[in-house]
Structure formats: structure tokens, C-alpha cells
């Protein structure tokens, strides 16, 4: 083991004593569960604790729901129907609160889930920018809003309003990022929310407590801790819940929606899994797709929705494809996160080496070798990245979303066979195409965009920038995430109409000089 620098150490354990409800910090007094990290701190490896959480139950979850209940009040809360530069004033003083805590969150983000240090920073960062662009886009949608239209002698303006209350479910490979980016525009269009967090990467939203109880009013936002089966399950049962908003398992998505007595009142907005396939065509540049294969399918050791996961190469070309491919992956880097140049890092759930290797172990008895040296490798808290060779569709490899260190190489003759494979497959979210030829690779374009929602060109899939649609067909995604789109997502087209004549026009002008509404207004943000 290295030496763990000082401002990386976990000298105390960090117990989540505090959570936020119907405003205020409130202290746990029950049942807690311990938070652990993979990652060792001794020179013998033992996992180490990293501190505790509040063990929730159906009684907490539903005095979190009366408060979110309470702070839309059927639209007539003062958070649903305050003016739309009141709120951004809220969020701005939530994200300067934010950047304050940026050391722990990223040394917490390091030990819980075992992202490197350069990601944990730029996970941070990102999602702090994020904030501001959604900020930004904000008030160009108002500023949209904020006149009105005369069509066949009715003028109105149209604007978008908050749909009610959101539940939120984030995942744990990106417990900051991806889970703000349906918190912060949920918050912001006027809703209140329900939060809870992954099961891994839930301590590092501890130092945001305060910052979120002090920038937003009463009941705005609940967060709750524990089991989703505890918490999550009897506030759908309620039918209060107007979105539900989850980045994980469909499993867990289906679940959920299925408790909702009242499911035509509920909008589902979704990132969900992936099996997104390289394709690697006879003309392609081989070292650029080794290059990008490698960053597409083992950063963050794969686990990630946008991870390529399985690889197809023409047969003229394997043989060079898995050489080079092969060798780049035995040369990654294994190491605690802060290390420098560490590519690969400590598995955050302590059954996923187990897993891995019974999909190797699968995919060898169907016919499969493991071509890199080192695949397979196991040491107390991961296992080295296995490139199974050659793959075929009796493996569980081809038809599980592995979300960890594992890559199924998989030869094609005629491009039918991908294409073939992809419009059978449960999941459409992204592709990579490597190749040259614009004869052979646009008319794949135009029926790739028909499979999946994002064709990478000769570059790995992956979500950013964040100003770009994130969603997927089939069993991938409901809905779309950017910066754009997800306050749309998070909000409905509303509209307040009248007739053009004297009487109606002279009451709009009064309610505009007035400013006595926050709907009707033609204020311009800046």
C-alpha cells in the first residue's frame, strides 16, 4: 500500500448524525448503517470505515413527503409560484455554499467509490458549472416566456410551471454529478423533491446539508437515508409523488413506478442501463479505436452507463485490434485513487469481483479465452480487467451490462451482424463507429441513429458536454437529460389566455405595470 498523503487521510470517521427535513437540520437519533470503503488505510489490507448514515423507515420517508407536500401545497406554495429571479437568487446561494466543500467532496468521492483524484475534481467542477449553465439557460427560458402572443384574437403568454413533487434517485457511479443534474433543474423550475442517495457515495453529500438548508425555503428539499425499499416505497405508495426521477436499475425503476396507485399522474424521467457497442470497421485508424476502446470501456473500471461494453471488429483486422488492445490494458495502472497516472482503482461493492469472475468463468466455458495476461488477476478489492475473445451470444458477457472490469471482443463479417445484434438488444442508448470510408460509414449513420440516440465517430461514448441530449430508446432512458432539456423535463407549458378587446387588454396592461403577478410579467433577467 502507498503512503496516503495527509490532506487525503480519514483520520475520523465522519457519522451522519444531521439530516435535513421540512427545513431544518435535524439529529438521528435511531439506527444508523455503517459506511465502508474498499480502499484499506493499513498496511494490511482491511476495508476501512469511513463513518455512518441515519437507517430510515417508512415513518421518516412520510414526514419528508408531508413537508415537500406542504412546500408545493398544491401550487400555491410560495416556492411554486415565487418569481423566477427569487429562485435563481436561492440557487446561486446554494452553489457558492457548494464550492466551499469542494476539498471534502472530493476526498470523500476518492474513498467511497474509488474515483481517482483528477475525476473526483472534475466531477466537482463540472457539476458546479453545470449549476451556473442551468442558471443561464433559466433565464433565457423566461426570458422566452416573458411576452405575449396574438394569434386569431387570443393573446397569451406562455411560460412553464413546476409539476409538483419529485422523487430523486441518484446512482452511485457519479453520486454528485449525474444526481444533480436531475436535483438542481428539478429544484429550479418550482418543484420540491425528495432526495435520496446511492448506496455508495452518500457521505459526500453530508458536507451539502447545511448549504441546501440555508439556501432554499421550508420543505423545498428532504433528504432521506437508507434502503429504498424502506423509504422510497411508501411515498410512491402515497400517489403524492408527480416525477419520478432515478439514474440506475430498470429493475428499481419498474418497481417503484409499479407502486403508484395513480401511474397516468406520473412522469418518469429516467437514465437507466446500457449495453453500448464499438464497432470497429476494416479501414479504421487501429490505434486511435485501441486508444478509445481502452477509455470507453475501463474509465472508472467500466462502471458507467455510457462504458462501451461490448466490442465488435471486422475479422480482417482482429488479430492487430486485440494485440494492441491487449497490451494497453495489461500497461494501465492499478492504485489507490490519489496516486498519480492510476488508471484503474479499487471496486466500490465488495461483491463485484465475484461477479466478474463468474462471467469469465462463463465465457470461457462457452468457448472464450482471456487474451490479456494479466486479466483476471484477483487482490482483495478488485479484479483485473479480463478481454474475453472471442464472444458469442450463449455468454451472459453478451447480454449482461457488466458495469465493471471486463471486455467482450466480438468478431463480425458482414456490418448486418451488429446492426442485427443492436435492433435485438433491450437497450438504445449510444454507439462507436471507427472507420474512414464516408461511403461505407454514412449510410451506417443514418440507420445507427435509428438504434441508439448518440453515434460517437471514431470517439468512445459518453454523456458530455452537457449542453447535448442524454437519453437512450428501449430500456435505456424516459426522457431527456442536458442542460436544456431537462428543464423542460421537469416542468409543463402553461399559459394564461384572453380575448383581444379593450376590456381584457386594459386588465392585462394593469396586471403588467402592476407586477402584482409572477406569472404575468415581462421582466428580463440578466
Not at 483528477?118 to 426570458?143: A, G, W
Amino acid at each position: 500500500m502507498s503512503t496516503i498523503p495527509e490532506n487525503i487521510k480519514i483520520n475520523e470517521p465522519l457519522h451522519q448524525k444531521e439530516y435535513l427535513q421540512d427545513g431544518e437540520l435535524k439529529i438521528w437519533q435511531g439506527e444508523t448503517t455503517d459506511v465502508v470503503s474498499s480502499i484499506s488505510s493499513t498496511p494490511t489490507y482491511a476495508p476501512t470505515l469511513l463513518g455512518s448514515i441515519p437507517s430510515m423507515g417508512e415513518k421518516e420517508a412520510l414526514e419528508a413527503l408531508a413537508s415537500s407536500d406542504s412546500a408545493f401545497k398544491n401550487g400555491q406554495g410560495d416556492w411554486p409560484t415565487m418569481k423566477v429571479q427569487d429562485r435563481i437568487k436561492c440557487m446561486e446561494s446554494f452553489v457558492s455554499q457548494m464550492k466551499e466543500t469542494r476539498n471534502e467532496v472530493v476526498k470523500l468521492l476518492m474513498w467511497e467509490i474509488g474515483k481517482t483524484l483528477p475525476d473526483s475534481e472534475k466531477e466537482f467542477d463540472r457539476t458546479v458549472e453545470y449549476i451556473y449553465d442551468t442558471i443561464k439557460d433559466y433565464k433565457e427560458l423566461n426570458h422566452e416566456g416573458a411576452r405575449f402572443t396574438k394569434v386569431q384574437g387570443i393573446n397569451a403568454m406562455i411560460k412553464r410551471s413546476p409539476l409538483g413533487i419529485v422523487l430523486c434517485l441518484g446512482p452511485y457511479n457519479y453520486p454528485l454529478n449525474e444526481t444533480f443534474s436531475l436535483l438542481i433543474p428539478a429544484l429550479i423550475m418550482g418543484n420540491t423533491v425528495l432526495f435520496k442517495p446511492a448506496k455508495f457515495g452518500v457521505l459526500l453529500l453530508s458536507p451539502l446539508l447545511k448549504a441546501f438548508q440555508s439556501a432554499f425555503p421550508k420543505g423545498v428539499i428532504n433528504v432521506l437515508y437508507g434502503r429504498g425499499r424502506e423509504v422510497a416505497a411508501p411515498i410512491m405508495k402515497s400517489g403524492l409523488v408527480t416525477v419520478l426521477s432515478l439514474i440506475g436499475n430498470s429493475k428499481s425503476a419498474i418497481a417503484l413506478q409499479d407502486l403508484h396507485p395513480n401511474k397516468n399522474k406520473l412522469r418518469l424521467i429516467l437514465g437507466l442501463e446500457a449495453k453500448n457497442p464499438a464497432i470497429i470497421l476494416p479501414d479504421a485508424n487501429i490505434d486511435l479505436a485501441v486508444s478509445e476502446c481502452i477509455s470507453g470501456s475501463l474509465s472508472f473500471n467500466g462502471q458507467r452507463c455510457t462504458a462501451l461494453k461490448i466490442i465488435y471488429v471486422h475479422e480482417s483486422i482482429a488479430d492487430e485490434f486485440n494485440k494492441k488492445f491487449t497490451a494497453k490494458v495489461d500497461a494501465l495502472k492499478f492504485g489507490n485513487p490519489w496516486e498519480d497516472n492510476v488508471f484503474l482503482t479499487p471496486l466500490p461493492e465488495p461483491d463485484k469481483p465475484n461477479y466478474i469472475q463468474e462471467l469469465i468463468d462463463d465465457a470461457k466455458a462457452n468457448g472464450a479465452s482471456v487474451i490479456n495476461q494479466k486479466g483476471g488477476e484477483r487482490s482483495e478489492n478488485y479484479i483485473f480487467p479480463a478481454v474475453l475473445f472471442p464472444i458469442n451470444k450463449k455468454m451472459r458477457v453478451y447480454h449482461e451490462e457488466q458495469f465493471g472490469p471486463v471486455v467482450p471482443i466480438m468478431i463480425f463479417k458482414d456490418i448486418q451482424e451488429p446492426l442485427d445484434d443492436m435492433a435485438a438488444s433491450d437497450y438504445g442508448q449510444q454507439v462507436s463507429l471507427f472507420g474512414k470510408d464516408i461511403n461505407t460509414v454514412a449510410p451506417l449513420i443514418d440507420v445507427l441513429v435509428n438504434l441508439v440516440c448518440r453515434v460517437n465517430l471514431n470517439s468512445s461514448c459518453q454523456r458530455g458536454p452537457d449542453v447535448f441530449p442524454f437519453t437512450g430508446r428501449k430500456d435505456s432512458a424516459v426522457g431527456t437529460l442536458s442542460i436544456h432539456d431537462a428543464l423542460r423535463s421537469f416542468s409543463i407549458r402553461t399559459f394564461v389566455a384572453s380575448k383581444d378587446n379593450d376590456y381584457n387588454n386594459a386588465i392585462l396592461q394593469e396586471l403588467l405595470d402592476s407586477k402584482k403577478s409572477n406569472f404575468i410579467n415581462t421582466d428580463y433577467i440578466l
